[in-house]
């Protein structure tokens, strides 16, 4: 079972606020994506074996179109990560902040995020 995190302003050690607030996390803080650890960390692992077969590809002066191929893969595997990340921030780390009425800058930290996923423009914070 996931820690809930809880909201404090005790401890400047703590990961900051999106904003530069100092608003920090107290000790029972355990990003969202906790709970998932073990599943990014062996995808990221795999993720860095089809880099070193893509490498080794290119080293043996593979054909272009099954580089490509293998490219595709690779960018699946990874959006494939940071969704499981957004998932877990969003039903997590936002939510968490909703409960304690700071979800307006939390949310439009994750709109940015896509955005520059999507390669969409920012937009100024509206909060």
């Given at each position: ?6 909201l404090s ?21 355990r ?14 692992r795999?993720?860095?074996g089809q ?6 590809m ?21 959006d ?6 957004l ?26 995020v ?13 909060v």
């Open positions: 079972m996931p820690v809930v995190p809880v302003t005790k401890d400047p050690d703590a990961a900051a606020h999106p904003d530069g607030d100092a608003l920090h996390l107290d000790a029972t803080f990003h969202s994506y906790s709970r998932d650890q073990a599943t990014l960390v062996r995808r990221l795999r993720i860095e880099v070193r077969g893509i490498e080794k290119i080293e043996r002066h593979e054909y272009c179109v099954d580089i490509l191929q293998q490219t595709a893969a690779l960018r699946a595997a990874v494939s990560v940071a969704l499981l990340i998932e877990d921030h969003v039903q997590g780390c936002v939510r968490t902040a909703a409960e304690h009425g700071n979800a307006d800058r939390y949310i439009e930290e994750v709109l940015d896509v955005r520059r996923t999507l390669g969409k423009p920012v937009r100024n914070p509206r």
